[in-house]
Each structure stands twice: as C-alpha cells, then as structure tokens.
C-alpha cells in the first residue's frame, strides 16, 4: 500500500531507476487516465443533466378552439377565462382576445361591465376594454394572444403561448398602444359587426 | 501549468480549511487525517495487513453498502419522476422506461442493485455464520445484521408495490394478507378474533392504510421505502459498523 510513495519519501533511497523511456510511458499512462476518468465525469454529468429535463409535458392545454365569430356579442366575453386565461373582445371591426394575466404580478384581472373597465384584485390595476392601463401600478399593457380561423371549418383558434406585446405610450389617461397597431395578422381578426350594432353603446369598439 | 493550479488549489483558504493535516506522510499525520475527519472516523486508525486480505471475508458486507449507495443514489433520481398516485403512477414508470433519457438505466440499476442487496446479504450472513464470527462476544452484532436483513427484505418488499403494476398490486395484496394470519393482532391469526381484530382494525389493515391495496397503502409504501426505512437502515448500519471496526473484538480491522 505504502510502496508507490515510499520510493521517493524515504532517506538512503537510491532514487528512481526508471530510465527516460519509462518516464515518459508513466507520464501518457496518467494523462491517459486523467483523461479516461474526465470523460466518463463529463458524461455522467451531461447524462445527469439531460435527465433533468423531459422531453414530454404533461401540462395544461395552450391552444383552443373557441367557435364562430358569430356566438360573440359586442364587448368583452368571460367565457374562456376560467379554462383558458383568456378574454375574447369583439368590437365593431373584428374579434381578438386578450390573456387574462395582469401585467403587474401575474393576478387574474375581473371584468366590470358597469365601469367598462379591468380591475385588478391584488394591487388595483385597471385597464380598459383594449387593455391599455387607465391606473394602478401596471408596467405594460395587457397581452394579446394569436388568434388565427381553422382553415377547414372557419372556426376560431386562440394560442395563448404566442403573445403581441408592443412597447406603450405614457398619455395623461395613463400607459397607451394605438390600436391600429394592435390590430394586426396573426391577432385580431376582421369581421363586420353584428346586425344593428352601433357605436352609440360604447364608443371604446369602434 | 498544472502544478500552478494544484498549488493555487491546495495553498487556498477554502482547502486548508477542510483538509488541516497537509499530506499524511507519517503515522501520526495519518492519525490525525482519520481521527478529525466527520467522513472517516468510523474508519479505524490502523488496518493490518491481514485484514485486507480478500478470501478472508470476500467483502461480501463492503459489497452489500455499496449496492446500498447505489440504491440510494439511483432512488433520488427516480424520486424526481415519480407520482405515488395511483393514476399515475404506472405511467410514471413508462415514461422513465421509454421517454426520459437515462430514466430506464436508472430504473434498471435500482432494480438489480435491489436483487443484489438481498443477495449479498445472504451470502454476507451465510460467511459470518460459517466462520463463526457471530459467537459471543460479537453476538449482538449479528442481532444488528438481523435487523438489517428484515430491513432489506421489507425495502424490497415496500419497492415492489411502487410501479403500480398487475404483479405489484398481487404481490402485495398476497404479502398484506399474510400479515392478516400473525397470531393475536391479524384478523386470521390465532386468537386475533377473540380478541376483536376485525378487517377493518388488524395489523393488515395498519400496513394498507384500508382494506384493499388501494392509494392509502401506495402513499404509506412509498413514504416507508423512501424515508423512513433506508434512515432505519443507515442509523443500524453506523452501529454494525461501528461495532466491527471500533470495538475492537474484530481486532484493527
């Protein structure tokens, strides 16, 4: 056991006898091993690694159908928001949804028809039927997410992952984003607007 | 180059501060380096020569811990992906076998270092039995192994239910009611009628958490495989080892 270090720790030793060839088959022998032993390291952790991650989800689905334009009023629908975080808006040039996820710190926004407006329950952020920040501490205007009809039956598909989130404006009402610039492929759709729908209900959808 | 980082290594604060004694190259050194060691103060101070001859014990014991560690090792990383819910556990277990990427070795690798832990303990006790070294005064020694026998066993056992599968639930529907039929305090067993063991009150009925093998007994057979008996094991084995290699009946081992 001793043996390997004592040949060189002790006193009256005559030294090693190990001629340069020796030395130098010694020296690759440990780089080789060295090296043998980092490789199978490296690889255990790379495998230790890849094991961390799953390469299947089993997670909540992110892609809805959600129907025709037609089963959509004028206004903000709460529909979906409990199964898919999502409002669908339609105002009198088209449709488009937006995540129900506020820009604070990720509460769930409720819907008050009477004040038209989206409020908050964690910090008072408010937002209107747009999703432009009227108050409270909202950093951002509320997200749209892609809205894109079924090719083979017209319907609507909504995808909550894909998200339209243009940089804001500060105005005197509060955090703005024009709506011509929200109102774009692939996240809002157009379509006419109900029969007898006018603008005189709520000036915001028009 | 590598010199200097060695050096810059073993001249840090960080290192001095974990290994003290410097490189033992002297007895009293090497006293030292086991004696302050948290890691290796079960290990005695001196080996003998002898002791470490193979075809004295085969290191049939040494064999048994490592499989140990294996199992340890590999059950923490199963741990990440599994469910103990009955409806999902099975598929747990198929998606470590078919999905995530060296989830089957690791499965593979519990499993046989299982078979092998039971094995080995086997063939450890059966060694200890014929050279005698289970007479007094190291009696209480092969107690302690006793119990980690069982221990093993009941590992296995509580291991086996895990996958949620046609030859878990049977087997441990089979082993539950075997403890039904233990004398005064099963539902089958002598005397345990007359005494007022009922299905619904009996030892099987404590191990299953209910009647039937059911979520109650998959939650309480996960819980004793995966904390409660490897910690039962690990204190019994610092006492048998301690018992070995301190107390000097077995000499300097």
């Not at chain 1, 909540?60 to 334009?69: A, D, N, R, W």
Request: proline content about 6%.
């Amino acid at each position: 056991m001793t043996n390997l270090t004592a040949q060189t720790q002790h006193p009256g030793d005559t030294g090693d006898m190990a001629s340069p060839a020796d030395k130098g088959r010694r020296k690759f022998l440990v780089a080789a091993g060295w090296s043998l032993m980092g490789a199978s390291m490296a690889g255990t952790a790379f495998a230790a690694y890849k094991y961390l991650f799953p390469p299947v989800l089993y997670e909540p689905p992110t892609v809805f159908k959600i129907g025709h334009v037609s089963i959509y009023g004028l206004g903000v629908d709460e529909r979906w928001k409990l199964k898919g975080r999502f409002w669908v808006v339609r105002n009198m040039r088209g449709i488009y949804n937006m995540i129900s996820i506020c820009r604070h710190l990720g509460c769930t926004p409720n819907w008050f028809p009477d004040q038209k407006r989206f409020r908050c329950p964690c910090h008072g952020s408010i937002y209107d039927a747009h999703g432009n920040v009227r108050g409270g501490p909202a950093p951002r205007t509320l997200w749209r997410g892609q809205i894109t009809r079924d090719p083979l039956d017209g319907e609507l598909i909504v995808n909550t992952v894909i998200r339209l989130d243009p940089d804001p404006v500060q105005t005197p009402q509060g955090l703005w984003v024009k709506e011509k610039v929200k109102e774009v492929t692939p996240f809002y759709i157009d379509h006419s607007a109900p029969a007898g729908a006018s603008c005189a209900s709520n000036r915001l959808l028009c | 180059m590598l010199q200097k980082i060695k050096n810059e290594i073993v001249e840090s604060q960080i290192f001095k501060s974990v290994f003290r004694h410097g490189y033992p190259d002297n007895d009293l050194d090497r006293a030292y380096a086991i004696f302050s060691s948290v890691f290796l103060h079960i290990h005695p101070v001196k080996v003998r020569r002898s002791a470490l001859r193979m075809r004295y014990t085969f290191c049939l014991g040494g064999i048994t811990l490592f499989l140990f560690i294996i199992l340890a090792v590999t059950g923490i990383w199963l741990m990440f992906y599994y469910t103990p819910y009955t409806g999902l556990a099975y598929r747990n277990i198929k998606d470590l076998q078919f999905v995530i990427f060296g989830g089957n070795l690791m499965r593979d690798l519990h499993r046989f270092a299982a078979h092998g832990m039971v094995l080995f303990v086997w063939l450890h006790m059966t060694r200890v039995f014929l050279t005698g070294a289970y007479k007094a005064p190291r009696e209480f020694n092969w107690v302690v192994g006793v119990v980690l026998l069982v221990n093993t066993l009941v590992l296995s056992w509580t291991g086996y239910l895990l996958p949620w599968d046609q030859l878990a639930y049977w087997a441990v529907t089979v082993g539950a009611k075997m403890a039904s039929y233990t004398p005064l305090i099963g539902q089958n067993g002598p005397w345990g009628p007359q005494l007022g063991f009922l299905p619904t009150n009996d030892i099987m009925f404590m191990l299953l958490g209910g009647t039937v093998v059911g979520q109650n007994a998959l939650i309480r057979f996960y819980v004793l495989h995966c904390v409660v008996l490897p910690l039962v094991v690990t204190v019994f084995l610092a006492v048998h080892f301690w018992r070995i290699r301190k107390d000097g009946f077995s000499g300097p081992l």
